[in-house]
């Protein structure tokens, strides 16, 4: 499963990038990110040369060069935020997170740290793996994302973030599932009850709901407690009265508990 934001990431950042007057030199190969004392004004445009050739970790290395060089010059905490973005367009995301940790440590009021704190919440979405795999990523997306939201709610990079919260969640339900569906594979009841009453209760507006509710209601009567069973199915007959999910779960109780 893959989520891509690059357009929006793009466009947000675009009013950074405005190259300082003076000499535009760079450009010209590798020698250019090597270390060599140079004025901020050759290095920030040899940077931003990079930047516009797609050569985004050079174009990070460059940016670096800028703060370390000119620590105190006025384009320092503009180089900083620029490093991070190459480094994401690299999709080198651990640099761009780090990159990204450091302005907001050194400038937290800044205007510009909600843009600092969306780019690591989105190194962190565009990592997310298949729902196959270890979901500390994604984990680590959503509460990125929330932290945004939190501290920044009524910004452009918050609105994104809500979007992104809602792909999040249903991710994180899909591989509860999944736990789920393996342990009823293994007739191991108790689990799956664990797993699918963990969607219904942490995920309950994702679309995975419906089918765990039906799969609680079959968990239910492997254990021989059909009365919980009922309230599973009473609840997505509820909820959802036309659903796949809620005509299998009906037939269940109809032939698998006794008459009341």
Same mark, same amino acid.
């Not at 989520?3 to 466009?11: D, E, Q, T, V, Y």
């Not at 490093?83 to 190459?86: C, D, T």
């Given at each position: 499963? $893959? #989520?891509? /934001? *690059?357009?929006? @990431?793009? +466009? %947000?950042? =675009? +009013?950074?990038s405005l190259a300082v007057t003076g000499c535009a030199s760079g450009g010209k190969g590798k020698a250019d990110t090597s270390y060599v004392a140079r004025d901020v004004d050759t290095l920030y445009n040899a940077a931003k040369i990079r930047l516009d050739r797609k050569q985004y970790k050079q174009a990070a290395i460059l940016f670096d060069e800028v703060e370390r060089q000119h620590p105190? /010059? =006025?384009? @320092? $905490?503009r180089a900083q935020l620029m490093? @991070? #973005?190459?480094y994401y367009l690299a999709r080198s995301y651990p640099e761009s997170i780090q990159s990204s940790q450091r302005f907001l440590s050194i400038h937290p009021g800044n205007k510009d740290a909600p843009y600092? %704190?969306?780019?690591?919440?989105i190194d962190y979405y565009e990592q997310i793996q298949d729902i196959t795999r270890d979901q500390k990523i994604t984990s680590q997306a959503l509460d990125a994302l929330g932290e945004l939201i939190r501290r920044y709610p009524d910004t452009q990079y918050a609105a994104d973030a809500r979007l992104k919260i809602d %792909?999040? $969640? &249903?991710?994180?339900? +899909?591989?509860?599932?999944?736990? +789920?569906?393996?342990?009823? *594979? $293994? @007739? &191991?009841?108790?689990? /799956?009850?664990? *797993?699918f009453r963990k969607v219904i209760v942490d995920y309950d507006t994702t679309s995975h709901v419906p089918e765990a509710l039906e799969r609680l209601t079959e968990s239910y009567l492997a254990l021989g407690v059909p009365e919980e069973a009922r309230k599973s199915a009473a609840v997505l007959g509820a909820n959802y009265p036309g659903s796949e999910w809620y005509e299998r779960a009906y037939k269940l109780i109809q032939t698998k508990t006794p008459k009341v």
């Open positions: 499963m $893959r #989520f891509m /934001s *690059r357009p929006l @990431a793009i +466009g %947000l950042v =675009a +009013g950074l105190y /010059s =006025a384009w @320092a $905490r490093s @991070a #973005f190459s600092a %704190l969306y780019l690591i919440a %792909l999040v $969640r &249903d991710h994180l339900a +899909g591989k509860e599932m999944e736990i +789920g569906r393996l342990y009823q *594979r $293994r @007739a &191991d009841w108790l689990a /799956s009850v664990i *797993r």
